[in-house]
């Protein structure tokens, strides 16, 4: 991008860059808002000026992270929480790390943020951030360096791509609509007003529809569908692609509000069946049986432990012990041990939710996998539950 010249008007002031007073102050030619006494001082405090002048719609994530350093303030903008882990951070000191290690980089380092952008785009963030503090004396790293060495799990770079936030968009919406049977003379305006009265259950079954009817779409754990619609039931990715299309013979046999219906009276195993399209997974049967009203929290607790950007819940916390969890290490330290449990060749999710039940889940991982004596305390939690006297 182009670094904008200096207008031809003068005041008199400090330059913005470099603080010198004089009388020939002149702004910068784009927003008219930074004042400098030369062409060198503009092009100098381009990488920083840049973030203020250009529009608001052209910055990375990278450059409003640099905002938010530069204002000391946590950030709020949805990419920049999840591309730079914020999002993946469950103890509310991890925000506050994150935001000074990435102070260190731009504040005290002046690095440029399109130089953390083009790391962060091939998968190379860490080590940008190791690069940077590595080359500061030990004792001046201060201690979120150290944090981060032990946290680098929260900047490691998804494992899969959700393009759902771009497929959901007009053009699915009005696809969808003429799918179910909408009128195609309603315009997108008509449309969003209609269903804008519909309950929350019937628009979650009109998004999946969206995603359903777009060719390749592939479902990730971190999507609300994943579990709302019983795809964390199955074992493999091969199980999630039969359903899948499975989901694509229904809705192409049966109407929009057949489906809906079914979904939220938690029917869609008898919906399916009556179709000749059987489900047979115990998993995703007991899934669907619950939706939407209610699931078991070994369902939400395989969707935060397969998921990338998914939540520590209070259901998940209390019941799989994760409220024993006093920093992050040991919360991904435990994440990773129920994750084995469900990856195994024998997992099996009930089992697992009636061992929970018993207040067992130390007793039953040792069944399934080789697990560290220091997660038993860990692994304790609330249950069972005494039934107060009749």
Same mark, same amino acid.
């Given at each position: 991008?182009? @670094? ?69 303030? %946590? ?25 000074? $290690? ?13 130089? @953390? ?31 981060? $060495? ?7 770079? %998804? ?40 309950? !929350? ?22 999507? %609300? ?14 199980? !999630? ?12 046999? @049966? ?29 995703? $049967? ?84 080789? @697990? ?11 249950? %069972? ?6």
């Amino acid at each position: 991008m182009r @670094v904008p010249t200096l207008k031809a008007e003068e005041k008199e002031g400090k330059c913005d860059h470099c603080g010198r007073e004089t009388p020939t102050l002149s702004s910068c030619s784009d927003c008219r808002k930074a004042w400098y006494c030369s062409n060198r001082c503009l092009e100098d405090h381009w990488k920083v000026h840049r973030l203020y002048c250009i529009d608001r719609s052209e910055l990375t994530s990278a450059d409003r992270l640099a905002l938010a350093a530069f204002e000391d303030s %946590p950030p709020r903008d949805t990419d920049v929480l999840k591309d730079f882990g914020f999002l993946r951070a469950h103890i509310p000191s991890s925000q506050n790390q994150l935001l000074d $290690l990435f102070r260190g980089i731009f504040n005290q380092g002046g690095v440029d943020p399109r130089v @953390v952008h083009q790391f962060r785009l091939d998968g190379r963030l860490i080590d940008c951030i190791t690069t940077f503090y590595e080359a500061i004396p030990e004792t001046n790293r201060g201690e979120c360096y150290s944090w981060f $060495l032990r946290n680098q799990h929260l900047l490691v770079p %998804p494992p899969f791509y959700d393009a759902a936030h771009e497929i959901l968009d007009d053009n699915a919406l009005q696809h969808a609509w003429w799918f179910i049977g909408g009128s195609a003379s309603d315009t997108l305006a008509d449309i969003k007003s209609r269903i804008q009265a519909w309950p !929350e259950e019937k628009h979650r079954c009109f998004k999946f529809i969206q995603l359903l009817l777009r060719a390749g779409f592939q479902l990730s754990p971190d999507r %609300p569908e994943w579990l709302q619609f019983g795809f964390c039931g199955c074992k493999s990715e091969a199980e !999630e692609n039969r359903l899948w299309v499975a989901y694509l013979k229904l809705i192409r046999t @049966v109407t929009f509000e057949q489906f809906y219906n079914a979904y939220n009276k938690s029917s869609l195993p008898v919906l399916f069946s009556a179709n000749a399209l059987p489900i047979t997974n115990p998993f995703v $049967l007991d899934t669907l049986s619950d939706v939407p009203h209610r699931t078991k929290s070994v369902w939400n607790l395989k969707q935060f432990v397969l998921g990338y950007y998914q939540q520590l819940t209070i259901p998940v916390s209390v019941d799989y012990g994760f409220c024993n969890c006093k920093d992050e290490e040991t919360i991904y330290s435990l994440q990773q041990v129920y994750r084995k449990m469900f990856v195994g060749a024998n997992a099996n999710p009930l089992k697992l939710h009636d061992a929970c039940l018993q207040g067992k889940l130390f007793e039953h991982a040792k069944q399934l996998i080789r @697990v560290d004596p220091k997660f038993a305390p860990l692994m304790k939690n609330i249950h %069972p539950v005494e039934q107060p006297p009749a």
